[in-house]
């Protein structure tokens, strides 16, 4: 079965402090993507991920990629409000299609 | 990357009536998708549309409930039919990136159903 999982579900993280969000995939891949969710919006493409060992960074934000460990993190740094959202992990396990994870709702406090 | 756009952006329908949603895409793409996104929810996908041919569905979608058109490679359209409460969801189209995108997400479809 094609499945990804996220961790945690909600997040909740003070002004100024780092964090880890994981994503993890039930079989091979090598093409991850990541989103962003704002309530009642659509989904913002933040990074792709399509080779073992991919990093990338935008901001206060970055997301690698480990294939063979089928896990990608997105890592937050220094956070602050503009940052609260929905994260989500998408997986193309080769079909094109994509298998989304649970989502992370993140809120950052003052 | 392409530019979506989708029609309606929301909608409240009364059971047992139809909705049809539509996406237009800016440039020609191969495959559409269409995803549900149910309140609190993450998204998961009804069906892939190809120009030219039926759309697939997947396990627990069917085409009566959900029939979609692919007229062209620009457009599609997704039919919510014979609505109940349950269909109250975010419907959203998105198609395959030509480049090293991620993949595009129209704005979304907000549907409440009484």
């Known amino acids: 079965e094609l499945k990804v999982e996220q961790n945690p579900l909600f997040l909740s993280m003070q002004e100024g402090k780092n964090y880890t969000i994981y994503c993890n995939y039930s079989?091979?891949?090598?093409?991850l993507y990541w989103y962003r969710q704002d309530p009642g919006k659509s989904l913002e493409s933040l990074f792709v991920?399509?080779?073992?060992?991919a990093v990338k960074q935008e901001g206060r934000l970055m997301a690698s990629l480990d294939t063979k460990a089928r896990l990608s993190t997105l890592h937050i740094t220094a956070a602050v409000h503009d940052l609260s959202a929905t994260y989500f992990c998408?997986?193309?396990?080769?079909?094109?299609?994509?298998?989304f994870g649970t989502g992370t709702r993140l809120t950052i406090i003052p | 990357s392409a530019v979506i756009s989708q029609k309606p952006s929301r909608d409240i329908c009364q059971r047992g009536t139809s909705l049809t949603i539509q996406c237009q895409v800016d440039s020609q793409v191969t495959m559409m998708f269409w995803y549900r996104q149910q309140p609190g929810q993450s998204l998961t996908l009804i069906a892939t549309?190809?120009?030219?041919?039926?759309?697939?569905?997947e396990s627990g979608f069917v085409i009566d409930k959900f029939p979609i058109s692919r007229p062209n490679l620009t457009f599609s359209t997704l039919t919510v039919s014979n609505m109940s409460p349950e269909d109250s969801s975010i419907y959203l189209c998105?198609?395959?990136?030509?480049?090293?995108?991620?993949?595009?997400f129209g704005s979304g479809t907000r549907l409440t159903v009484v």
């Open positions: 998105s198609v395959v990136p030509q480049t090293n995108y991620g993949y595009t």
């Open positions: 998408a997986v193309d396990f080769g079909n094109e299609k994509l298998t």
């Open positions: 991920l399509l080779s073992n060992g």
């Open positions: 079989t091979t891949s090598d093409r």
């Open positions: 549309a190809n120009q030219g041919s039926e759309a697939t569905y």
